[in-house]
């Protein structure tokens, strides 16, 4: 239902911090590449099918199945060019969007990543030349739980790609099961990144729990991490929520994607209203939206409605995702000129209920 409150949070302008290319790929979208490229193409009760998870290892085996699927660069650019199309609608100014090198490289050998850029990349300039109101960065992801080897390969290449061609390249990651790849496997190859001049992220204390989540996260930042993703368990270990927040790391938060592939409860339970009272710099995020159910803008109604926080605290929460992205000082003074240049949401409802009373 779009409530005031909601066309508030609309055009409250905000960053996607933690959001994957693949899954952005809707049940629709789904059935129209495995209608190029399946035998016996999905239908679309079966491809939403796929999109009901049990648990946390569900939900990786389903986001598989549809990287099976993304078979050329036109698929790529496809899904792509629907991702630009969603942000825009839902108030988002800017992206950083990772994509899965690591499956390209080794399940896709007849695929080049140089040709996939080549295809996503154009979409991104297409659509900022024309719809325009929304800039896209790449981050290279990696799966850690293949090799240290495999990790290495992408984050050189990311540094190659990124001086050769596309600027638009801005960092690495890694995803996938922290309890199969540890990110201490990966440390030399965070410290080649960081050298060769890209950003750090890493997904950290997402789904490994009470005891090994913090010492993921604690590792993740002695790799020289910038940004955590999910960072569910740091709520467990007082002194590392104390580190966080002394050294302004950002937490990419995911609440509706905790819940639903099981590391977190519920979303009453999420450990998000901690953070912010210890004075975390937390932003809000999709992660998967399609496979989800539920898009950035769902994310800030969802947080706002759950937790009870006053639209305001939202507009923090905003600023929050211009301060953590990767832009420039420059491009984001701007983005938080804008936020701050939204009417309160007492101000705009009057605005719209009495536009010719001489005050607009």
């Known amino acids: 239902m779009d409530t005031p409150r909601r066309q508030w949070l609309r055009r409250l302008a905000k960053a996607e911090l933690h959001l994957h290319l693949e899954g952005t790929v ?30 946390f290892a569900h939900f990786l085996r389903t986001f598989k199945l549809v990287l099976d699927r993304l078979l050329d660069p036109e698929d790529y650019a496809l899904i792509a060019r629907e991702m630009m199309c969603d942000l825009a609608a839902q108030g988002v100014v800017h992206a950083e969007v990772y994509i899965s090198w690591g499956n390209i490289l080794h399940w896709k050998p007849h695929l080049r990543v140089e040709d996939v850029m080549t295809a996503v990349d154009s979409a991104r300039t297409e659509f900022e030349a024309g719809i325009g109101g929304l800039s896209i960065l790449w981050i290279a992801d990696a799966t850690r739980t293949w090799s240290a080897a495999a990790v290495e390969e992408v984050f050189r290449l990311a540094a190659r ?41 890493a997904h950290a ?139 309160s949401y007492t101000e705009s409802v009057r605005q719209f209920e009495y536009p010719n009373d001489g005050t607009a």
């Open 205 to 343: 204390g997402e789904a490994t729990g009470e005891v090994k989540g913090p010492l993921e996260i604690r590792a993740a930042l002695s790799t020289g991490v910038e940004r955590i993703g999910h960072g569910l368990a740091a709520q467990y270990d007082d002194e590392l929520m104390d580190v966080l927040r002394e050294q302004g790391v950002p937490l990419e938060i995911n609440v509706t994607s905790n819940v639903l592939t099981g590391c977190c409860p519920s979303k009453q339970e999420h450990p998000l209203p901690i953070y912010m009272d210890k004075g975390l710099l937390c932003t809000l995020n999709s992660d998967d939206p399609a496979m989800f159910g539920s898009n950035c803008l769902d994310e800030y109604v969802l947080v706002q409605e759950t937790f009870g926080l006053d639209l305001e605290t939202m507009r923090v929460l905003a600023k929050n995702s211009i301060l953590a992205s990767f832009l420039d000082e420059g491009k984001k003074q701007h983005l938080i000129d804008l936020i701050d240049a939204l009417p």
């Open 26 to 55: 809707t049940p629709e979208t789904l059935v129209i590449l495995s209608a190029r490229h399946d035998t016996t193409p999905l239908t679309l009760g079966e491809a939403r099918a796929l999109y009901a998870y049990k648990d």
């Open 161 to 201: 790609l990124r001086t050769d061609r596309f600027a638009s390249i801005v960092g690495v990651g890694i995803g996938g099961d922290e309890a199969g790849g540890p990110i201490e496997l990966f440390r030399d190859s965070y410290v080649e990144a960081k050298k060769a001049g890209l950003r750090l992220t």
